[in-house]
């Protein structure tokens, strides 16, 4: 869990990936001597924060977004929603400006958006959820989870890959945006035909804690009824426990490899949270359990 606490103490507001991305090249450099194959990294202003791992010879590609939700200070003391957090007065907002570092309060009045630091924030400043992490044998609840443990499943499928691509993204709770560029990338260079979308899902009336990691058959978007019969059918050998999404809304990374101009199929795979875009995010650590090992079986096995 000292990664993954890492990982949450990290901001990373859509549009201000770097701090993530720094981590995870730092991070990436220090262990891959240890990894079952050393990757190919690519990373640069070539493809803005995005960062790509090439391990041998890729079939599948694991997309996992970087970027959390937030806010961005406007005029005088009123804010503007980055992606779509929840509100609610007394959350707890931290950033830094030109000023210094700044902790503040949420307040929400008639549904505008306003913080109640004593100073004026500098303009275009980004603001996050303060953090504040609670772990035990049953759950893991923070704000970010969504997607700090998508990343997470990544770093640790990385240990034992041996072909695929690992692409973290960016600006996915705010339009995205990344994808297609870095699709293009992947098709000239070692091109693939099939990708999952690492992220977190939500807790609903077809959907409980604790029973094991979510294989997602539609959202707002579609993916190809064969290519998620195929992962249903590995789930099933597996024996890993897993539950069945059908849901009419959200979407992610899957939406823009859907809309790019590239026949490759995808599917979410995530674990599901309680209280999804608040500072409270829950997760089961049975699920995210769960969440690691199918991605692991089905990165050898696809």
């Known amino acids: ?15 201000n990936e770097r701090p993530m991305t720094e981590f995870l090249i730092e991070y990436i450099n220090e262990r891959k001597s240890m990894w079952k194959v050393q990757p190919e990294i690519f990373h640069g202003e070539k493809f803005h ?9 890729p079939r599948t590609a694991v997309f996992s977004h970087i970027d959390t939700i937030g806010f961005t200070v406007r005029y005088e003391n009123q804010l503007v929603s980055i992606g779509g957090p929840e509100v609610e007065s007394d959350f707890q907002l931290i950033g830094e400006d030109g000023l210094g570092p700044i902790s ?5 009045i ?9 100073r004026l924030i500098e303009r275009g400043t980004l603001l996050s959820f303060a953090q504040n992490i609670k772990i035990n044998d049953n759950f893991i609840q923070a704000a970010y989870l969504d997607n700090r443990l998508g990343i997470y499943n990544c770093l640790n499928m990385c240990e034992s890959l041996e072909n ?21 990338f992947i098709q000239e260079t070692a091109p693939i035909k099939q990708a999952l979308v690492s992220d977190i899902t939500w807790i609903t009336e077809g959907i409980d804690h604790h029973r094991g990691v979510v294989i997602s058959m539609r959202d707002k978007f579609i993916p190809r009824k064969m290519y998620l019969d195929r992962i249903i059918k590995l789930a ?24 790019s101009p590239y026949a490759i199929d995808w599917c979410f795979i995530g674990a599901a949270e309680d209280n999804v875009h608040t500072p409270s995010e829950k997760v089961s650590r049975i699920d995210l359990d769960s969440m690691l090992a199918m991605y692991q079986y089905l990165m050898k096995h696809l």
């Open 164 to 184: 695929g691509w690992v692409v973290f993204t960016t600006y996915e709770e705010h339009g995205g945006g990344s994808v297609p560029f870095l699709l293009k």
């Open 104 to 108: 503040c309060r949420l307040v929400e």
């Open 110 to 118: 008639d549904g505008d958006l306003f913080h109640d630091f004593p």
């Open 236 to 259: 099933e050998v597996s024996g890993i426990p897993f539950q069945l999404e059908v849901e009419g809304s959200g979407g992610s990374d899957g939406r823009e490899i859907q809309h």
């Open 49 to 57: 924060d995005c960062l790509l791992l090439k391990f041998g010879t």
């Open 1 to 15: 869990m000292d990664l993954l606490k890492k990982l949450l103490k990290i901001q990373s507001v859509a549009g």
